[in-house]
C-alpha cells in the first residue's frame, strides 16, 4: 500500500536557520504530494502542493520539488522564524488507479522547534 | 464561512460510554472524513464518505461508526468506548476526487480532544 516516510523529530533549530524536513514516499498510481502544518492547539492546514512530477509547491518562504525519480517532497525554507514553530505533515494522495485512490496518507510528522 | 467545525472540543468518557463527534462543512464539499492523530503515528483515516450517501472504512474502523446525515454533516460513533480510543480526532472535507477541477486539498476542522478513563 501507499506509505510515506519522513525524518526522526524532533528538530530545533535557531531563527533565521536553513529547514530541510525530508519526505519520501511510496505509492501505486500518480499521487499528489502535500505539507501540512499544525500549529499548537489548532487543526491541519495546508502548507503547499505538487500534482506532478518537477512541480515546485511554495508558501510563505517554504518550498518542496515533487521528485519522481527519488520518491521523494523534502520541505525547505532557508530561514525560520520562532513561528514557524510547529508539527509538519507530508502526505500523499492517489489519483485514478492508485490503491488509495482518493485518501490521504500521511507521515507521522515532525516537531519543529525555533528559539530565539 | 466557517470552513470545517466540530464540536465538541474536549470530551472526558468512562469505560464503556458512548459519545457521538459532530462534523459540519459549508464549503459544498462531496466528500468528507474522520481521523484520529496519536503521537508519532501522524493522521490514521477511520472512515470517510466519498459522497452524500456512501461511507467506506479506512485503516482503523474498529470500535467506531459513521452517518452521512446530509451533505455537510458527517458524525462519528462511539458505542462502547475504551481507553485505546483515547486520541484527538480531526474532521476534513474535499471536492470529490477525480473530478474536474479537484485539487484533492482536505480541509480540517479544529479537532476534538477525546480522553478515556
Not at chain 1, 500534482?51 to 518542496?64: L, Q, R, V
Not at chain 2, 452517518?67 to 475504551?82: G, Q
Not at chain 2, 479537484?102 to 478513563?117: A, K
Amino acid at each position: 500500500g501507499d506509505s510515506v516516510t519522513q525524518m526522526e523529530g524532533p528538530v530545533t533549530l535557531s531563527e533565521e536557520a536553513f529547514l530541510t524536513i525530508n519526505c519520501t514516499y511510496t505509492a501505486t498510481g500518480y499521487p499528489s504530494l502535500f505539507w501540512y502544518v499544525q500549529y499548537p492547539g489548532e487543526g491541519l492546514q495546508l502548507l503547499l502542493k505538487a500534482t506532478k512530477a518537477d512541480d515546485k509547491g511554495s508558501n510563505k518562504g517554504f518550498e518542496a520539488t515533487y521528485r519522481k525519480e527519488t520518491t521523494s517532497f523534502h520541505l525547505e525554507k532557508g530561514s525560520v522564524q520562532v513561528s514557524d514553530s510547529a508539527v509538519y505533515f507530508c502526505a500523499l494522495i492517489t489519483g485514478a488507479g492508485g490503491t488509495s485512490y482518493g485518501k490521504l496518507t500521511f507521515g507521522q510528522g515532525t516537531i519543529l522547534t525555533v528559539h530565539p | 464561512n466557517a470552513g470545517v467545525t466540530q464540536t465538541p472540543k474536549f470530551q472526558v468518557l468512562k469505560t464503556g460510554q458512548s459519545m457521538t463527534l459532530q462534523c459540519a462543512q459549508d464549503m459544498n464539499h462531496n466528500s468528507m472524513y474522520w481521523y484520529r492523530q496519536d503521537p508519532g503515528m501522524g493522521l490514521r483515516l477511520i472512515y470517510y464518505s466519498a459522497s452524500e450517501g456512501t461511507t467506506d472504512k479506512g485503516e482503523v474502523p474498529n470500535g467506531y461508526n459513521v452517518s452521512r446525515l446530509n451533505k455537510r454533516e458527517f458524525s462519528l460513533r462511539l458505542e462502547s468506548a475504551a481507553p485505546s480510543q483515547t486520541s484527538v480526532y480531526f474532521c476534513a472535507s474535499s471536492t470529490l476526487p477525480g473530478t474536474s477541477g479537484s485539487s484533492y486539498e482536505q480541509y480540517f476542522g479544529p479537532g476534538t480532544r477525546l480522553t478515556v478513563t
